[in-house]
């Protein structure tokens, strides 16, 4: 099911998930605030390497 798309685990809904939507978007607004990808991972529970993934829309890219 997974492999034809018919079950959505995007974000929150993958049971790996370590974030949620509201810190991503958090993460963007510091992001767009001018703090760097370190200053970010710091303040937030994300590596920076998740931080420089989301920023980039790498990774939760479905979320605006």
């Known amino acids: 099911a997974v492999q034809n798309h018919?079950?959505?685990n995007k974000?929150?809904?993958n049971q790996m998930a370590k974030?949620?939507?509201s810190e991503i978007?958090?993460?963007?607004?510091?992001?767009?605030s001018?703090?760097?990808n370190s200053?970010?991972?710091s303040k937030t529970?994300?590596?920076k390497r998740n931080v420089r993934n989301i920023?980039?829309?790498t990774s939760w890219k479905h979320l605006t």
């Open 6 to 8: 018919l079950i959505d």
């Open 11 to 13: 974000g929150e809904k």
């Open 19 to 21: 974030l949620t939507a």
């Open 25 to 32: 978007i958090n993460i963007r607004d510091l992001a767009e």
């Open 34 to 36: 001018g703090l760097s």
């Open 39 to 41: 200053e970010i991972a």
């Open 45 to 47: 529970r994300a590596t």
């Open 55 to 57: 920023v980039s829309r």
